[in-house]
């Protein structure tokens, strides 16, 4: 059957980083995973939030961080200098529950926070 991986989060920023956000997913599409994404149906105030939730096998999980990694590259389109942010929380029944966190331009991995542990049961 294979091993998968739950991945559930969120990227965010202002209505000009969502479109580029728009553009990653449209670029990595697959046709399959890629209709885990949900996007609000219009915008309102000034963050836009796209969601994932999907469990994917765990052979699509460097597919998936490719997109999380370019969406973090994607640059501040304001003064304020605000990147593309975000928190991805990530189990399997193999490995211990991850958060990726999408900041400062890059994915970063760390051990789940112990408050997030009702997720991974």
């Given at each position: 059957?294979?091993v ?10 202002d ?20 209709d ?34 370019a969406?973090?590259a ?8 605000d ?8 189990n ?30």
């Amino acid at each position: 059957m294979g091993v998968y991986v739950s991945i559930r989060g969120w990227p965010e920023g202002d209505a000009q980083q969502l479109a580029a956000v728009r553009r990653v997913i449209a670029d990595h599409s697959d046709g399959h995973y890629s209709d885990g994404w949900g996007f609000p149906a219009r915008h309102f105030n000034w963050t836009s939030y796209v969601f994932y939730g999907g469990d994917v096998r765990v052979s699509a999980v460097d597919w998936f961080m490719d997109q999380l990694r370019a969406m973090a590259a994607i640059p501040a389109s304001d003064e304020d200098g605000d990147g593309v942010r975000g928190l991805f929380v990530v189990n399997s029944e193999v490995a211990a529950q991850v958060e990726w966190q999408v900041r400062d331009g890059s994915v970063t991995v760390r051990p789940a926070e112990a408050g997030l542990a009702y997720l991974a049961e």
